[in-house]
């Protein structure tokens, strides 16, 4: 689902200024393509990762941007595991379709 700034702003109960500092230190990224902001819900699942991590669990500005910067390369390797995976499946797949020939 996609949403606007103030949509956003209101699901994820912070103030716009706040908004505006993730945004600068590019803890949220969202899709600057028309001319408004879209958010996600990814943007608004890591904006409550991004206020438990401040919040519940005191870590500070600096830690949260090394938290998302390994959770990005977790989701990143994740990913590339999959489409491995995937490859390698299809790979297997069609040998044995061939052998069978």
């Known amino acids: 689902m996609i949403i606007n700034r103030f949509e956003f702003i209101d699901r994820t109960h912070i103030n716009p200024q706040t908004l505006e500092v993730w945004l600068q230190e590019e803890w949220l990224l969202p899709n600057a393509a028309s001319t408004d902001m879209e958010f996600s819900d ?3 699942a890591r904006a409550a990762l991004i206020l438990d991590l401040k919040e519940r669990l005191g870590v ?3 830690g949260v941007g090394v938290i998302l910067h390994l959770v990005d390369q977790v989701h990143g390797l994740r990913q590339f595991a999959a489409s491995l995976m995937s490859t390698t499946s299809d790979e297997a797949i069609g040998k044995v379709g061939s052998s069978q020939l």
């Open 42 to 44: 990814i943007d608004v």
């Open 60 to 62: 500070n500005d600096e």
